[in-house]
């Protein structure tokens, strides 16, 4: 009898271990032909500029510190790294 619930337990581990792979092999075919695309859009340079490095002027608001001293606002330059602007139409 113990030979018996011995082998059925066996089986069963098999069955699982199987299950399991197989799960495992139909899992990653799934995520591979889930994967992004990389396409790219050819109208993608109709709509997009390369803007260069620039100082650009920004407003800082007046404010009061923290001994209650009065700083009025004021206009500072900050740089803008390069970047790409794409605008794609009104429509969006």
Known sequence: MINGLKKAAALGAATVALALAAGAVVGAVGTA????QDHRSSAASHHCVRVAGHWARQWHPAFRDRHHRWHPGQWIRVWRP???????GPRG
């Open 82 to 88: 390069a970047h790409q602007e794409c605008h794609r």
């Open 33 to 36: 032909s889930a994967a992004p």
